[in-house]
């Protein structure tokens, strides 16, 4: 079966440190692959998708990066954290051959604080 | 371009009754699918239910249904017999079957309270 690990579960950074959240999965291979933020109380905003190893696509300008560096891991990087940065960063895949009936399954999510 | 709108911004009801949940969608694209998903306080996404635009029926999973109205362009989701395990943030979200990569839009989603 398929599971899909992120780390850290719980980050707190000062405002202009660096980040770097790490999102795994294992049990298939050649997923796509999204991460979302979500503010307090509020909806998922995609941030970035790929579908292949190095292949990564922006949704919104901001301080963030993403890359794939293995067909199963995704890491979402920042060299200066702002405050508007915080939130509950969610991992999520869906079979790569991205039927529009396949739902999406989403790691245990890290919650970031900026402080 | 997708959207989904889901209008409650939270929602209470009563141990053991049924509650329905709305969401209504907008997209261009002839094919679709649309997904609830719930969300507990731990913050984890689970996946309730799929309904495709070309089913003919509505989906049911358990105690959830989704009332599917194309013409409406509505996907309520109806929870039968409501537990207090229910309680939860639930989003409602949709993907155009000319989405690239298999892009999800979500809504901002309902926060359902179920009293004992």
């Known amino acids: 079966s398929q599971t899909i690990h992120q780390w850290p579960a719980t980050l707190v950074q000062p405002v202009g440190s660096p980040l770097s959240l790490e999102c795994t999965v294992e049990?298939?291979?050649?997923?796509?692959l999204y991460w979302y933020r979500q503010a307090a109380g509020r909806g998922l905003q995609l941030l970035f998708y790929s579908v292949g190893i190095g292949q990564i696509s922006s949704e919104v300008p901001q301080n963030l990066s993403a890359s794939r560096p293995q067909d199963r891991q995704f890491i979402l990087s920042s060299k200066k954290l702002l405050l508007s940065d915080s939130g509950f960063y969610l991992c999520?895949?869906?079979?790569?051959?991205?039927?529009?009936?396949?739902?999406?399954?989403f790691g245990p999510g890290t919650r970031l604080t900026v402080l | 371009a997708q959207k989904i709108t889901q209008t409650q911004p939270g929602m209470f009801v009563q141990e053991k009754e049924a509650v329905t949940l709305d969401c209504t969608y907008d997209?261009?694209?002839?094919?679709?699918?649309l997904f609830w998903y719930k969300q507990p306080s731990s913050g984890e996404m689970i996946f309730l239910i799929y309904q495709g635009s070309y089913d003919q029926q509505n989906a049911t999973e358990g105690r959830y249904s989704l009332n599917f109205q194309k013409a409406r362009k509505s996907a309520n989701l109806v929870i039968s017999a409501s537990q207090l395990g229910d309680s939860a943030m639930y989003f409602c979200?949709?993907?155009?079957?000319?989405?690239?990569?298999?892009?999800?839009?979500f809504g901002d989603g309902t926060t359902l309270t179920v009293k004992p």
């Open positions: 979200a949709m993907r155009g079957f000319n989405t690239n990569a298999g892009k999800s839009t």
């Open positions: 997209t261009s694209d002839p094919s679709y699918g």
């Open positions: 999520a895949w869906n079979s790569g051959s991205a039927n529009f009936y396949n739902e999406q399954f």
């Open positions: 049990g298939t291979s050649n997923p796509n």
